[in-house]
């Protein structure tokens, strides 16, 4: 096998690049790609690209999963200079290889694709100020308002079930049967509290396979650091990781954003008296995400869109504890119990959206 800089240098060799490489970096913020910026020399100025190793046990389709990413980057990018303004900074920009693809294999089996990085941004993991979690909001309100009119029937499915809560509960159930790294027994009032919540989280869901929830074009995986703003204003510029750009429900794109920029702690804090919903941030988010689509939804969208962030908080938590019970093999860990960490803490946030619900309802409504 390769070594890493090695590896580096042969796809950066594939890819059409301008300038010479100088050096990379690892950026260690995702929990499923391996992502590297990697720094280029160009008439004298630094240009960087950033290099993706993909995860192909979580993405076992990638060659369809960058044709959704090429054409709805592509799609953006021809709405946005339609405004008159360069899209450079506003969308990802993917290379292609000499042969044309978006993508290469190396011959350990490794699938690699590349985009130009963009200059003078910035991404927070957990944004400390409610200024950066409208921005965040602005983003993909408007990721959404420019793919709103996208043949969403044309983008293939790269994970299938991906935010299918009622599916989710069944493998979460499997995993406690299966309890294949012993640990069922450990969790078992998490366990419970989780089989607790699945009417409620479940319920959008069962709404779209009735037909009164629309499929859309969505980002699926909408944590602050998928966004990048500008480092000088922090004015938000292009959302990214568009890994998981499949149909959904725009309520789930809302919500699993509030679940990260809206807690008062970490994805894994470890202190759950720390835990709990954060109004003001809640606020925010809601200002700018419902301020730039909000008139595109439908009457049921708009009353369902608090429940989103219930539906995506206990998700996301059962699915790290699925992921423990399983012994960790999904998401990647830092430390040994992280995966019950973040299951608890989310079972907590969760708890705390659902005793202030109207609350977070209202304030929807307050921007419609
Ligand atoms: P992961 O799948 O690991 O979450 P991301 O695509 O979200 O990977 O990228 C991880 C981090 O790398 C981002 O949070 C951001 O800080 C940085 N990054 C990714 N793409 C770009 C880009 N095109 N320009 C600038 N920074 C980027
Ligand atoms: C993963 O790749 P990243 O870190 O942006 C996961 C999301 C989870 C998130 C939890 C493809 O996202 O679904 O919500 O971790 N992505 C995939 O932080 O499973
Ligand atoms: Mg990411």
Redesign the pocket.
């Known amino acids: 096998m390769m070594n890493e800089e090695l590896q580096i240098r042969e796809v950066c060799n594939r890819f059409q690049l301008q300038g010479e490489y100088r050096n990379y970096e690892v950026i260690n913020?995702?929990?499923?790609?391996t992502t590297y910026k990697v720094y280029f020399f160009r008439d004298g100025e630094i240009k960087d690209y950033i290099l993706q190793r993909v995860n192909t046990y979580?993405?076992k389709e990638p060659v369809e999963m960058m044709d959704n990413i090429s054409s709805v980057t592509e799609y953006v990018r021809a709405k946005i200079k339609a405004t008159g303004i360069s899209a450079k900074r506003y969308v990802l920009h993917y290379s292609t290889t000499v042969d044309g693809d978006y993508y290469t294999f190396l011959p350990d089996g490794g699938f690699w694709r590349c985009c130009r990085f963009i200059d003078d941004s910035m991404s927070f993991l957990k944004p400390e100020s409610s200024k950066i979690v409208e921005e965040s909001g602005k983003a993909f309100g408007e990721f959404e308002a420019y793919l709103a009119d996208y043949p969403v029937q044309k983008l293939n499915i790269v994970?299938p079930h991906?935010h299918n809560t009622v599916k989710r509960y069944e493998t979460f159930k499997e995993a406690i049967v299966n309890n294949f790294a012993g640990r069922a027994k450990s969790v078992d009032a998490e366990i419970r509290e989780y089989l607790d919540l699945e009417e409620m989280a479940t319920r959008l869901y069962r709404m779209q396979k009735l037909g009164q929830l629309p499929l859309r074009v969505t980002h699926?995986?909408t944590?602050t650091?998928?966004v990048l703003f500008d480092a000088a204003t922090g004015e938000h510029l292009s959302v990214i990781?568009l890994?998981?750009v499949m149909p959904g429900l725009v309520a789930h794109d809302f919500g699993?954003a509030i679940r990260?920029a809206a807690s008062t702690g970490e994805?894994d804090e470890k202190n759950l008296e720390k835990v709990a919903l954060d109004m003001e941030k809640y606020e925010a988010f809601t200002r700018g995400f419902v301020g730039t689509v909000g008139s595109l939804l439908t009457e049921e969208e708009k009353k369902t869109l608090s429940l989103g962030a219930v539906a995506m908080t206990v998700e996301?938590g059962m699915?790290f504890l699925t992921d423990y019970l399983d012994g960790d093999k999904?998401?990647k860990i830092h430390y040994p119990d992280q995966n019950l960490v973040r299951a608890r803490c989310h079972l907590v946030l969760a708890k705390d959206m659902i005793k202030r619900l109207d609350e977070m309802q209202h304030i929807v409504e307050k921007y419609l």
């Open positions: 913020s995702g929990h499923i790609n979580v993405f994970i991906f699926n995986d944590k650091s998928n990781d890994d998981t699993d990260v994805e996301c699915r999904y998401f």
